[in-house]
């Protein structure tokens, strides 16, 4: 940071540079008799003490930042400040310029002189503490909406964790459920079952080790199809399944237990309060009009409101979809399609950039 106030400051004072030789040239500038050396001189007398000494503003304008100081007390500092730099260039200039350059000047002269430089020097003094004072303004400002974007992503990142926290024991809960409610029917699938079970609490142990919480979209499926043999299991023949899954989709990233929340809130609505069989429809296509991966998973259930779907208490759905609001912001989308006696169809729509 400071290098480049350096260099920056540094190119600011080459017009300045310019102007002073020009100034010196008076009429020459129109009749062709440019004094080279006079006018390099004269320039290089005026500005060579101004440039270091004039670069003080810029720690100074550190303190007073720092310090906290109101801006009337400021001002006086600063006023102060520029008395003493102002005094302390023309004290330099006026030693180069007709000490060592012209001891002989006319008194005259030399009186004009400071009053024309001494106000230069003190408007030069005014220009660059503004001008400093507006870069450590943007820098702070910078800095505050890096730390805000920052507290954003670390708010967001906390409330995916509690998410998660809460998925995992939701699902734990209503997987144990139904092998307990298959134990009392059949033992020798209830020992399956928990043998699928193990399978799929490794799922979630190995995401929750990793602390990546996204995955491909085929070890999501994997993990669905686990869960959908432990519920064959005990839905047996009522439980058919459909598969539309694009290849070029598979590999995919998407936050882990996506899928699987969609496809348990279908079995708990459109299988598990009927005896009748039903289908249950799951695919994954790439959406490259959407630049996006397109799920979805729907059921030949009975259906419900859409609105009161989405007003009730159920945990799985709700969290998928807070989940990929915080990971995606608008692109990533979920949509419930559903209507009493129409089944119920729940589509996801993951950002492809994201993943």
Not at 63 to 70: A, F, I, V
Not at 117 to 133: D, E, L, R
Not at 299 to 321: I, Y
Request: glycine share 6%.
């Amino acid at each position: 940071m400071r290098r480049r106030i350096w260099i920056l400051y540094l190119a600011a004072w080459l017009p300045v540079f310019l102007f002073y030789f020009l100034a010196t040239q008076g009429e020459g500038l129109f009749n062709g008799n440019i004094r080279v050396r006079e006018g390099l001189f004269s320039a290089a007398c005026c500005l060579v003490p101004a440039v270091p000494l004039l670069f003080l503003i810029w720690p100074l304008t550190g303190y007073l930042k720092r310090t906290g100081r109101s801006i009337a007390a400021s001002a006086a500092i600063h006023i102060g400040s520029a008395l003493f730099l102002t005094a302390l260039c023309m004290g330099l200039a006026y030693f180069f310029i007709f000490y060592l350059g012209n001891p002989d000047v006319q008194k005259s002269d030399v009186e004009q002189w400071a009053m024309w430089q001494s106000w230069s020097y003190f408007m030069m003094y005014a220009v660059i503490a503004g001008i400093f004072h507006g870069i450590r303004a943007i820098e702070t400002n910078r800095l505050q909406l890096i730390a805000i974007a920052q507290a954003d992503v670390l708010l967001a990142k906390s409330e995916l964790t509690a998410l998660r926290n809460k998925l995992n024991p939701h699902f734990l809960f209503n997987t144990l459920h139904s092998i307990i409610a298959l134990t009392r029917k059949e033992s020798g699938a209830a020992e399956n079952a928990l043998l699928k079970f193990s399978d799929m609490l490794r799922y979630i142990l190995d995401t929750e080790k990793s602390g990546d919480a996204m995955v491909t979209l085929d070890e999501e499926l994997k993990f669905v199809r686990d869960y959908l043999a432990l519920e064959a299991l005990r839905l047996g023949s009522r439980l058919h399944v459909e598969w539309d899954i694009d290849d070029a989709a598979r590999y995919h990233l998407l936050p882990a237990l996506s899928v699987q929340p969609l496809v348990e809130n279908s079995i708990k609505h459109a299988f598990n309060p009927h005896s009748r069989p039903g289908k249950l429809a799951i695919s994954a296509h790439v959406n490259s009009a959407d630049n996006a991966i397109a799920i979805a998973v729907s059921d030949d259930g009975p259906g419900c409101d859409a609105l009161a779907m989405k007003e009730s208490g159920g945990l799985g759905v709700k969290t998928v979809a807070r989940r990929l609001q915080l990971e995606y912001g608008q692109r990533g989308k979920l949509e419930i399609r559903t209507a009493p006696g129409a089944g119920c169809a729940i589509h996801l729509s993951i950002p492809l950039e994201a993943a």
